[in-house]
Structures are given as C-alpha cells and as structure tokens.
C-alpha cells in the first residue's frame, strides 16, 4: 500500500476504535442485561465501511476495544454476560459491511458475466472480421486475376487482328505475284518458243514451195529447221524444270540442284560452285521441296540483282538440323528495309522464309558491302524412310 494511503487508514482506524470503545462500554453497561437493538454498532459499521476499512479492521478495532474494556475495573466482576454481548455487538457492526461486501460480490460477479460476454462478443467479432478481412483479400485477388485475364485476351485479340491483317497482305501479295508469274511465263513462251516455231513454220513454207533450189540449199534450210526445233525443245524444258523440276522427284535434290545450276551458270555467264551433303536425300519430300524453291529463288536473285561472278553453294549437316547456305560476291543491299517495304510485287525473299519457316525450319539473309550476300536456310534434320 503506498504510505498516504496507509496514513489515512490508520488515523480513521484509531478515530473509530474512540468510538467504537465508547459505543461498546455504553452497550455492555446497559442494565437490562438483554441484547441491544445494535443500531449504534450497524452506525459504526457502516462508518468503518464509508471510511474504506475492512471486516478484518473492524476484528481489530473490537479485540482492541473488548481488551481495553477487560482491563478497566468496572467490567472486571459482576458484569455476567458481557462475554457474549460484546460478541452481538460485533456481529451487529459487520451487517453493513458483509451487506456491502455481498452486494460487491454479486456486482463483481455480474461485471465478470459481463467481461465473459464481452470476451465472448469480441471474439466473434474478431473472428468475423479475420473472416471479412481473407474474404476481401480473396476478392482483391480475384478481380486481379480477372483484370489480367482481361488485359492477355485484350492483347491477343490486337495481336491476331494484326496478323489477319498481314495474312490479308500476304495473300494479296502471293495473289499478285502468281500473276506477275504468269504474265512473265506467257511472254517468255511467246517470245521463245512461238517465236521459234514461227520461225520454223516460215521454214517449212519456204521448203514446200522449194521445188526449184538445190540439193545443198535444202540440206542447209533442214538443219537450220532442226536447231529452231531443238531450241523450242530445250526452252521448254525449261519451262517445266522451272515449274517443277522431275529430277527432284526422280533423283533427288542434289542432282536436281546441279541441274538448275548448271543451266543457270551457262545462261547467266555465272561460276556456281556447289559442294553437298548426300544425306539430305533422307528428308522428307515436303523439305527437299522447300529446298530446292529457296536455292532457286536464291540464285536467281544472284543472277537478276547482285552482278556478280562467283556463288558458293554448300549443303551441311549440322546437329539435328540441315543447313543451305549460298553465298554471292555481288552488291549487297539492304535486306531489313527491302524486307519491310512490303512491296506486292517482291515476294522472293518473304517467300523463302515463309517456306522455310513452314517446314520448322528459320532463315537468315546476311548483306553486307564489300561481302555479297549469304542465304541461309536451316531445317530440322529429320530422317523419313518412306520418301514421299
Ligand atoms: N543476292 C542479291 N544481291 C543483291 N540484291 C538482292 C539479292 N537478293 C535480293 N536482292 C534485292 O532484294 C530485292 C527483293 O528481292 P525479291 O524479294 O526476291 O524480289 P525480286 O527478286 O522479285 O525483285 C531485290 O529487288 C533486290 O534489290
Ligand atoms: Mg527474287
């Protein structure tokens, strides 16, 4: 106890034991001898209480008391009963203060239901907020995820528009280009091989109406006949080795590679150089084909654009794939920018990579002054037993 404290206590302590001695001499002194009403002693009992002191006080205040009376004189004899209204008038001062301590017992207990209940209530409530607070996280979560979601859809959507779009561009384009191809195959026919044959024709004529030239003149006028012959025939030849070449069904791509570069390097006054792996023979039809169309449109770019003299041709295998390279001492060019432009009519270089990429496979085109340029497919290396 802190020593104000004590301080006070003690000074009411002995203001009433005064009291409380001089109230029980004048109930012990009482004639009748009978138990009185006690209403001074429930007075001193209810002033030890409103002065803070304990039933255990009020025990001391009345042993002090009853010895202070055992000691004076008049008490000493002839006072028979004193013993045990000293005892009643004790009993009579504790009413107030066991009144006062029940009603602090059953408030103490009603506050300790009140504490339980509010225990009670705020753990609900905390559990119901943890509850609110993960279903909030849950939500939070949720709506994160569905604005993802949202965002990925909204970017493949924009992207498979653009690439509808540049397959519409495409499709314009490889439309366009057949056409250029027919253009330039009707004209070339016309101008090599109906020219010729109307050559021959003119031969022919002349010969049905040559009763009158001579033995020699008609000899020379059948072999001119014959090579305007062989010439339409070689020519288209060519036309069908160009469309599609047999030997590439027949014997393979090499010889099919040497064949087209051979007529090319006389045709174009060019020194192709091929050096081949024998066993890209093992590829499925389907890439031989793939091949064959790139190094194709590959040398003939050499020949219509890159002025030059020299092409190396090569066939590798590297691990689990082929690669075609075929490289010119030409004038390089701008192969990012040519590729971008999107022009309809250009659609050699896009269309190698879009065959070869078909096939798996990824192609590179390297140009630089002073270098020529390299074309480089390479395709997946995968043995087919049955070549189709
Ligand atoms: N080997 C090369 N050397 C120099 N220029 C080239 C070569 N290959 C392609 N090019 C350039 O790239 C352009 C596009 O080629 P391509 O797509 O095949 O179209 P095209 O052959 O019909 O012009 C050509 O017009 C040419 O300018
Ligand atoms: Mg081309």
Redesign the pocket.
Known sequence: MIDGQRRIKERACSRLSARYLAALRAHLGRKDRVNGNGDSAQGLGRAVLAAGLAPLDLAVIHGRAVAAIAMSQDFTNGRKGWFNRKGFFLSQALIPLEAAHRATRETNRQLHEHNESLRRHTMLLTSGHRRLEREIARRKAREEDVRSAKERYRKLFLESQLMQKKLRQLTHQIISAQEEERKEISRELHDEVVQTLVGINVELAALGKGAAVGLETLKAKIARTQRLVEHSVNEVHRFARELRPAVLDDLGLIPALHAYSKSLAERKKLKIRMTAFGGVEALGSAKRTVLFRVAQ??L???A???H?TQVRMSITEISGAIRMEIS?N????PVGK?LLAGNN???????MRERVEMVGGHLTIK?APGM??T?CAEIPFTQEKARK
């Open positions: 449109e590959a003939t770019n050499v219509r654009h890159a030059a010119d030409g004038k390089s060019f040519t009519k250009r659609l050699g270089l896009v269309g140009s020529g340029t074309v």
